[in-house]
């Protein structure tokens, strides 16, 4: 199975300020096609998980230009421009590569 | 917009069956692109991917090697539904269960509200 890892595993943000979540996997994402099967989610407080990137840099529909993913192969970025009150919760990476698929352990951000 | 719409109990007793549901709307179950999926969520092992059921040409399953043999996920193309049966659950079966989409065999979107299941006597 492809193991994910994040950090740090909790982040404390002053609104308005960037925040930046690592994401690494223990194989490479990239595949022939040049696409990175790598995603990114948020779970708000009390609510399922919800799409945020798609293949490692596209964003969801309705999902605010102050979050973008970088990254290819094994590293990944997932950065917040400028925190929002709304923006609080846990966010998780995700490889799509193959079966199982597998998602990292969390991030959770709260506002400092 | 596509939305799933889970259904099922909230409590199961030991060495029972979890049973779960989920609607779709907005989707088909047989669209050839798509995937449906169950996660599980609980605090010891967090986000956990249990297995899919989807259509290319034919229905296929795809399990999880370690509910592999206790698990089975049904669909009623009538209803537009897929279902999700765990047997012989034990306490660490206990978690939030979902229904998702997987797309393009990549990402999951939508998913459903989530269920939490505890299991006790």
């Known amino acids: 199975d492809i193991v994910m890892t994040q950090s740090p595993l909790s982040l404390s943000v002053t609104p308005g300020e960037p925040a930046s979540i690592s994401c690494r996997s223990s194989q490479s994402l990239l595949r022939r096609n040049g696409y990175n099967y790598l995603h990114w989610y948020l779970q708000k407080p009390g609510q399922s998980p919800q799409l945020l990137i798609y293949?490692?840099?596209d964003r969801a529909s309705g999902v605010p230009d102050r979050f973008s993913g970088s990254g290819s192969g094994t590293d990944f970025t997932l950065k917040i421009s400028r925190l929002e009150a709304e923006d609080v919760g846990v966010y998780y990476c995700m490889q799509g590569l193959q079966t199982p698929i597998t998602f990292g352990p969390g991030t959770k951000v709260d506002i400092k | 917009q596509v939305q799933l719409q889970q259904s099922g109990p909230g409590l199961v007793k030991p060495s029972q069956t979890l049973s779960l549901t989920c609607a779709i709307s907005g989707d088909t179950i047989s669209n050839n692109g798509a995937s449906w999926t169950w996660i599980r969520q609980s605090p010891s092992r967090g986000l956990e991917w249990l297995g899919r059921?989807?259509?290319?040409?034919?229905?296929?399953?795809d399990y999880a090697p370690f509910v592999k043999s206790r698990m089975t996920i049904n669909l009623d193309t009538s209803k537009n539904q897929f279902s999700l049966q765990l047997n012989s659950v034990t306490p660490e079966d206990t978690a939030v269960y979902y229904c998702t989409r997987l797309i393009g065999e990549n990402w999951l979107d939508p998913w459903g509200q989530g269920t939490l299941v505890t299991v006790s006597p």
């Open positions: 293949l490692g840099s």
């Open positions: 059921i989807y259509y290319r040409s034919n229905w296929y399953n």
